[in-house]
């Protein structure tokens, strides 16, 4: 059984950091490409970014260009999106999700977004609050 689960989510002061875990297993890691994605209600779903060990570095939507680094520990099967100097516009419910690698694209050469069409598995979410 395909599972992502999300943590790290909580209140932070703007200008703070933040570090999302997205734990992964019932598939090959290495096969996968895993995304971020954040959403607030009433809006659709906005793609981060994504990660795959197959793809070269990654690209990221231009409201987190710069202040947010996804990366993943293979070993650990998990994915980390860090996330610095956030802001009030950050606040967002943040998504990981799964799909095999050749299902999208992740890295900075093709400049494209991952789609959430092409995202099979989804964790259940972890709330990000930036509020003073």
């Known amino acids: 059984e395909v599972r992502l689960v999300e943590s790290g989510g909580g209140l932070v002061q703007p200008g703070g950091s933040r570090r999302l875990s997205c734990a992964t297993s019932g598939f090959k890691f290495d096969d996968y490409a895993i995304g971020w994605f954040r959403q607030t209600p009433g809006k659709e779903r906005e793609a981060i970014s994504c990660i795959s060990s197959k793809d070269g570095s990654p690209y990221y939507a231009s409201s987190v260009k710069g202040r947010f680094t996804i990366s993943s520990d293979n070993a650990k099967s998990t994915v980390y999106l860090q996330m610095n100097d956030l802001k009030p516009d950050d606040t967002a419910t943040y998504y990981c999700?799964?799909?095999?690698?050749?299902?999208?694209?992740?890295?900075?050469?093709?400049?494209?977004?991952?789609?959430?069409?092409?995202?099979?598995?989804w964790g259940q979410g972890t709330q990000v609050s930036v509020s003073s």
């Open positions: 999700a799964a799909t095999i690698f050749h299902r999208t694209t992740c890295s900075d050469r093709y400049a494209r977004l991952p789609q959430s069409d092409n995202f099979a598995s």
